[in-house]
């Protein structure tokens, strides 16, 4: 579980720094979509691209399992066995299998590859028409954006600390950890929040176009006041998140 997590974190920081480049391309008028079938295209193109693809769609099942287990037998650290605990890694189980499974459907067959926005909308669509269909992507909605402030709740308190080998780190480390681990999750929070918020817009309107999966929800961004400044700082923001992956690799408590 040790290895299959460390390899699953940077694999997990691999995607969120290919996305964050490709999203800072969109905030300059270039490049394609900025999510995980963007972030795998850019990946094939590589030397050794398929060989790249299966190793981060294998890391990202291992993180899967590294969850799976935490659910099972609880986390590491004191409140590791609380239910709560083990029901948030029963979810990012789930996530982080469906993610893995995308990847290596990419690797076997090229399937995966569609936009984000409209896997997003598809689904939206499906869950529309089931009974009381409304009211679950609402509800779904409402927890992508709930999970979204809580990201950024959590980054801004440093929780990260308490899973951390501060023994085995220097005061560099540290410092430079802080500023990735904050930053980094702000900008992955207020991402998920405003995915969370079009979807319950898409579930008000009973209108499945309305909801927009990461590619679409960053290209938002740049429709700001802001203009396409906001969008380069959540970029910067992906790709210290996806360094800040690298460090927890390295330094995490599994």
């Known amino acids: 579980m040790d290895a299959a997590a460390r390899w699953g974190l940077a694999a997990r920081g691999v995607i969120y720094c290919l996305i964050g480049l490709l999203a800072l391309r969109l905030a300059f008028g270039g490049g394609e979509q900025a999510d995980n079938g963007g972030a795998l295209r850019e990946l094939g193109r590589q030397p050794f691209g398929a060989f790249l693809i299966w190793a981060i769609g294998?890391?990202?099942?291992g993180m899967a399992l590294?969850?799976?287990?935490?659910?099972?037998?609880?986390?590491a650290g004191p409140d590791g066995h609380k239910a709560t605990k083990r029901l948030s890694s029963a979810g990012?189980?789930?996530f982080y299998g469906l993610t893995s499974y995308s990847m290596i459907s990419f690797a076997i067959k090229d399937k995966g590859s569609g936009s984000s926005d409209k896997k997003s909308q598809d689904v939206t669509a499906t869950a529309l028409g089931w009974p009381a269909g409304q009211?679950?992507?609402?509800?779904?909605?409402?927890?992508?954006?709930?999970?979204?402030v809580w990201i950024v709740i959590q980054a801004a308190r440093r929780s990260f600390h308490k899973h951390l080998k501060h023994a085995q780190m220097s005061q560099t480390?540290?410092?430079?950890?802080?500023?990735?681990?904050?930053?980094?999750?702000?900008?992955?929070?207020?991402?998920?929040?405003?995915?969370?918020?079009?979807?319950?817009?898409?579930a008000l309107a009973y209108d499945p176009n309305k909801a927009k999966g990461m590619d679409d929800t960053l290209r938002t961004f740049a429709d700001t006041p802001a203009g396409p400044w906001l969008l380069a700082a959540i970029a910067i923001g992906l790709v210290l998140f996806?360094?800040?992956?690298?460090?927890?690799?390295?330094w995490r408590r599994v």
């Open 58 to 61: 294998i890391g990202v099942a």
């Open 66 to 75: 590294w969850r799976l287990s935490e659910a099972l037998f609880g986390a």
């Open 92 to 94: 990012r189980a789930v």
């Open 135 to 148: 009211w679950l992507v609402a509800i779904g909605g409402l927890v992508i954006a709930g999970a979204g």
């Open 173 to 202: 480390a540290r410092k430079v950890t802080d500023v990735l681990g904050v930053t980094g999750g702000i900008a992955r929070g207020v991402l998920f929040t405003v995915a969370g918020i079009f979807a319950v817009r898409a």
């Open 242 to 250: 996806g360094v800040f992956s690298f460090a927890l690799a390295r």
